[in-house]
């Protein structure tokens, strides 16, 4: 049966009625599988797209169960979260036929297709879905002929399905601690580039929103850091990033306001003073604009540098004049940007709520990520104004930002932030703790209420 499939899905042709009969009545699969059995099956894969419609016409006759028990559990389930434009089952024979085309980054293509198809595997039993899978795998695997070596590689790739691109888009590149965090999940480098590609491959059968050029990059950046720690490099090699540039720093040196904005970054030189971040939020905010990543820096001459990426919200050109004119009077005290922004907020038409998405914010904690910062990671409705307004509840607490990454799924708005206190350490107080998310809260419930 594998071999008319696989036959089929690489000259994209149907497979005949008449032969799906004949091919019910084949003998099953030996267990543990032949190699040629696991072969023909990774071979079915890598003919890509093709593939996903000889898996639905084998399924819809009955001939697909025999060879997977446990596609029954995840057939036509719908996904929980609403930015999934497949069901499971979909899903993971999309993402398996994306891995056909990043083989040539990887040295087991096989492995590659096999722990793409079963990454989601413990979706729609009780429990956590990754735990299940893995607990899945370890019977999957070995029925299908992998070794102890490669069950515990699959086993491994379906645990961290989802680690680079969370870390990518959630977590500051260049801290120490992510980088070192990240090189000691994965551990070696054949996992790092198998879960490169799975991460890829996984994203483009998601949804148009779960890939895009600004994901690939920070993806790519974090992919290569770490391999240079598990090359032997130095973490402190790695997040070298040069931030700020030298150019950067001839301009914190004229100690005076500067403002320069290319392409899709604007960077803001201003005496340091609280607030900062959060005025150059809101006014981007105003303006149209989202922020996809920040980072500061305070000089040792009260200088300070905000440096933001943005994307325009209406797919034009973004209006950089404007922007600056509005930083401008918003650093000189001369616009009412609470008022402004609480006015679009009001011509705001607000998403209809999907299921599976944020419906209360919530506030997480994390001490342990970063060497020297607390991470607070935010999750809310996303809306016009919500980093302004969780800047501000940063500012109002003597927070310092010193860097944040901005995402948005669906219609939530997931930003993460690394912030210290005013003698620049981590905050490790409970009750400050507590407060700062009490304070989030507070924030972000009245936004959402308006």
Same mark, same amino acid.
């Given at each position: ?14 497979? +005949? ?7 019910? +009545? ?7 599988? /032949? ?20 898996? +639905? ?142 991460? @890829? $491959?996984?994203?483009?059968?998601? !949804?148009?929103?779960?890939? !895009? ?56 030189? /201003? ?27 305070? $000089?040792?001459?009260?200088? $300070? ?33 609470? $008022?402004?922004? @609480? +006015? %679009?907020?009001?011509?705001? %038409? ?94 972000? @419930? ?5």
């Amino acid at each position: 049966m594998l071999r008319v499939a696989v036959t089929a899905a690489r000259n994209d042709a149907r497979i +005949e009625r008449t032969t799906l009969d004949r091919l019910a +009545e084949s003998k099953p699969l030996t267990t543990p599988w /032949s190699e040629e059995a696991r072969r023909l099956f990774v071979e079915l894969f890598l003919a890509g797209r093709p593939a996903v419609q000889v898996v +639905e016409t084998l399924d819809q006759r009955g001939l697909w169960e025999p060879i997977f028990p446990e596609w029954s559990v995840i057939r036509c389930r719908p996904q929980r979260n609403a930015y999934h434009r497949f069901t499971i089952d979909r899903h993971l024979c999309e993402a398996a036929a994306n891995s056909a085309a990043l083989v040539d980054r990887v040295d087991r293509p096989d492995l590659l297709v096999v722990g793409t198809l079963l990454h989601d595997i413990g979706k729609g039993r009780p429990g956590d879905h990754t735990d299940v899978g893995v607990e899945l795998i370890a019977e999957i695997a070995p029925r299908m002929g992998f070794d102890e070596g490669d069950t515990l590689i699959l086993q491994q790739m379906c645990r961290h399905h989802l680690l680079l691109a969370d870390t990518a888009t959630r977590r500051d590149l260049s801290d120490d601690g992510t980088i070192s965090f990240v090189a000691d999940s994965v551990g070696t480098l054949t996992c790092l580039r198998l879960l490169d590609a799975l991460t @890829e $491959a996984d994203s483009l059968a998601t !949804g148009t929103a779960a890939w !895009g050029s600004w994901k690939e990059e920070l993806v790519g950046v974090l992919v290569d850091r770490v391999a240079h720690v598990l090359s032997g490099g130095s973490v402190a090699d790695a997040t070298d990033t040069g931030f700020p540039t030298p150019h950067q720093r001839d301009l914190l040196a004229q100690r005076r306001r500067i403002i320069e904005a290319v392409d899709d970054q604007i960077v803001v030189i /201003s005496p340091d003073r609280p607030g900062l971040f959060s005025r150059v939020a809101g006014v981007l905010s105003l303006n149209g604009l989202t922020v996809l990543e920040a980072a500061a820096h305070s $000089a040792d001459n009260q200088m $300070a540098l905000e440096q933001f990426r943005v994307q325009s919200n209406f797919d034009s050109e973004i209006p950089w004049d404007r922007v600056i004119r509005d930083l401008e009077k918003a650093l000189d005290g001369r616009l009412a940007l609470a $008022a402004r922004l @609480e +006015e %679009r907020s009001k011509t705001y %038409r607000r998403p209809r709520r999907l299921p599976g998405l944020v419906t209360h914010p919530e506030v997480i904690v994390d001490n342990g990520l970063s060497h020297e910062a607390t991470v607070l990671e935010v999750r809310a409705p996303d809306g016009v104004g919500v980093l302004w307004r969780i800047t501000r509840a940063l500012h109002e607490l003597d927070l310092d930002i010193t860097s944040a990454k901005i995402q948005t799924i669906g219609t939530d708005a997931v930003d993460s932030f690394y912030v210290r206190d005013s003698e620049g350490r981590k905050i490790t107080d409970h009750d400050y703790l507590g407060e700062i998310r009490r304070s989030l809260l507070y924030s972000l @419930e009245r936004a959402s209420s308006n």
